[in-house]
C-alpha cells in the first residue's frame, strides 16, 4: 500500500504559518531545493488543499518558461506537470482539470483507494487544513518535516485537535547549511 507523507516546513514552536497564513520565515536555498527534489522526483503523486493547490496552479505550470527562471523552477515545473495532482476541496470543480483528482466527501475511502493503486508515495505538500483532516482519519503515513529556526509564538499550527497518542520513529535527520534542519519520520503503526 502507497503512504501519505506530509512535507511542511514548520517553525521550532510547531507552526506551518503565520496567524495571517504568513510564510515568509521559512528558508529555502539551492542546498534544500537539491535535497528535496531527489525524493520529490521519484513521487508520481501529490496532494494539496484547495489553498495550497491554488497557489502552485498560479505558478508551476509556467515558471520554467519564464527568462529568469531557476535551476529549481525549470525542474519542479516539468515534475508538477507529470505528476498526478489530489485536491481535497469542496469547491473547486473537477472539470477540465489536466491530470487531477478533486476530492470533496468520503474522504477517507476515496484515499484509501488512492492509496490502495500502483505507484511511489503520494506527497502532501504544506495544506494545514488537509492535514488536519487526513490526521484526525489517521490517513498519514509519515512527516517530513523542515523545522525553521525561528520561534513564531502564533500562527497556524501543525498538530491541532489530536485526539490519540501516535508514536513515530525517526528515519533520518539532516542539517542544511541555512539552520533549517529536516526530521524525517514514519508513523509507527
Same mark, same amino acid.
Request: glycine share 8%; charged share 25%; proline share 3%.
Given at each position: 500500500?502507497? %503512504? ?6 514548520? +517553525? ?5 504559518? @503565520? ?15 537539491? #535535497? ?12 494539496? @488543499? ?10 508551476? !505550470?509556467?515558471?520554467?518558461?519564464? !527568462? ?11 515534475? #508538477?506537470? %507529470? ?8 469547491t473547486i470543480k473537477d ?13 477517507s475511502d476515496r484515499i ?6 500502483? @505507484? ?6 504544506? +495544506? ?20 525553521? !529556526?525561528i520561534i513564531l509564538g502564533?500562527?497556524? !499550527?501543525?498538530? %491541532?485537535?489530536? %485526539? ?26
Amino acid at each position: 500500500m502507497r %503512504k501519505i507523507i506530509s512535507f511542511m516546513h514548520i +517553525s521550532l514552536d510547531g507552526f506551518v504559518a @503565520g496567524p495571517n497564513g504568513e510564510m515568509d520565515w521559512i528558508k529555502v536555498d539551492e542546498e534544500i531545493f537539491d #535535497y528535496v527534489s531527489k525524493r520529490i522526483n521519484e513521487g508520481d503523486t501529490s496532494l494539496y @488543499g484547495r489553498v495550497t493547490y491554488r497557489m502552485m496552479e498560479d505558478y508551476w !505550470p509556467t515558471a520554467a518558461d519564464k !527568462p529568469d527562471a531557476s535551476k529549481h523552477d525549470i525542474e519542479h515545473s516539468k515534475w #508538477y506537470a %507529470k505528476v498526478h495532482k489530489v485536491v481535497l476541496s469542496n469547491t473547486i470543480k473537477d472539470t477540465g482539470l489536466t491530470n487531477t483528482t478533486i476530492i470533496n466527501g468520503n474522504i477517507s475511502d476515496r484515499i484509501n483507494g488512492i492509496k490502495q493503486k500502483a @505507484g511511489s508515495e503520494i506527497l502532501l505538500f504544506g +495544506s494545514p487544513t488537509a492535514t488536519h483532516s487526513l490526521m484526525q482519519l489517521n490517513l498519514i503515513d509519515g512527516y517530513w518535516l523542515f523545522v525553521n !529556526p525561528i520561534i513564531l509564538g502564533q500562527g497556524i !499550527p501543525l498538530f %491541532k485537535d489530536i %485526539k490519540d497518542k501516535t508514536k513515530l520513529i525517526l528515519l533520518n535527520t539532516k542539517q542544511f547549511t541555512c539552520g533549517v534542519t529536516e526530521l524525517n519520520y514514519i508513523v509507527d503503526k
